[in-house]
């Protein structure tokens, strides 16, 4: 499932003036890729992501999905948020299999599914506890598997772990390239994290503002897995900090 987009402007209008969020973005997306939108904020990440989500319009230029145009929210796509989404009445069990019994599936096939998904990133002992009872990298586990659960082809993820401390972001973003290894997903994740996108990303977008623009789409070449403190990690992350600010 290729990405294209050509040509993109997204104004927005408010009472008193226009900001130009995207002005002419041009980018393609390949099948399986791990992509990250980065630069600062401002830029059009969100924007950008939400586009792709079908969740916003453009004024001009178009996204294609396998050269189908994306006019709304779809099940290929899954979207996971940066504050904590998850219904704060519904246990993570139901949070997790929400979508699914939407769908009207078995509602046993759902629960054994859900059940398998929380398992694999070792939720398996929260499935009757509340929102409220999670750490924020739990919230954020249960958000991404509510997400997977329903087999999106695409994940879009916007900053879904810049409210974690700095050893459960490590902890959850080894997990997603897992993820994203065993389930061949491509993944589009927002960051205004230059390390985050080093240690994740084979294709860096990088964008700039006023107006939101793409500078540079860098390949990041790493093999994996990723060693943050690699010679080779480190210059890339110099040489990312440096295309960002010029
Ligand atoms: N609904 C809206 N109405 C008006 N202006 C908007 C709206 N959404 C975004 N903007 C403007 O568009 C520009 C891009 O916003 P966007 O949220 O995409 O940036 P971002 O790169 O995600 O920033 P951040 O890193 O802070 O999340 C900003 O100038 C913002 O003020
Ligand atoms: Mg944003």
Not at 129 to 158: C, F, W
Request: glycine fraction near 6%; charge should be neutral.
């Amino acid at each position: 499932m290729t990405i294209e987009i050509k040509n993109l402007n997204k104004t927005f209008k408010t009472h008193e003036k226009e900001v130009f969020a995207l002005r002419d973005v041009d980018l393609t997306i390949e099948t399986k890729d791990f992509v990250c939108l980065l630069g600062p904020s401002g830029c059009g990440k969100t924007t950008l992501l939400r586009l792709i989500g079908g969740l916003e319009e453009g004024d001009s230029g178009e996204i294609l999905d396998d050269g189908k145009p994306i006019v709304e929210p779809s099940n290929e796509r899954g979207f996971v948020f940066q504050q904590y989404s998850l219904f704060p009445w519904l246990t993570v069990l139901d949070n997790v299999t929400f979508g699914l019994d939407l769908k009207n599936g078995s509602k046993e096939e759902n629960i054994k599914r859900a059940k398998t998904y929380l398992r694999s990133v070792g939720l398996e002992n929260t499935e009757k506890l509340y929102p409220h009872e999670l750490s924020g990298g739990m919230k954020q586990r249960v958000a991404i598997i509510r997400s997977l659960v329903n087999k999106p082809k695409t994940l879009l993820m916007d900053e879904p772990f810049s409210a974690l401390d700095i050893q459960n972001r490590h902890k959850l973003q080894e997990q997603l390239v897992r993820i994203w290894q065993k389930t061949e997903k491509t993944i589009i994740f927002v960051t205004h994290d230059v390390d985050e996108a080093v240690f994740l990303a084979d294709h860096i977008v990088l964008m700039g503002k006023n107006p939101g623009h793409i500078k540079e789409v860098y390949n990041n070449k790493l093999p994996r897995p990723r060693n943050r403190n690699s010679k080779e990690f480190l210059a890339i992350q110099n040489h990312t900090m440096e295309l960002l600010e010029s």
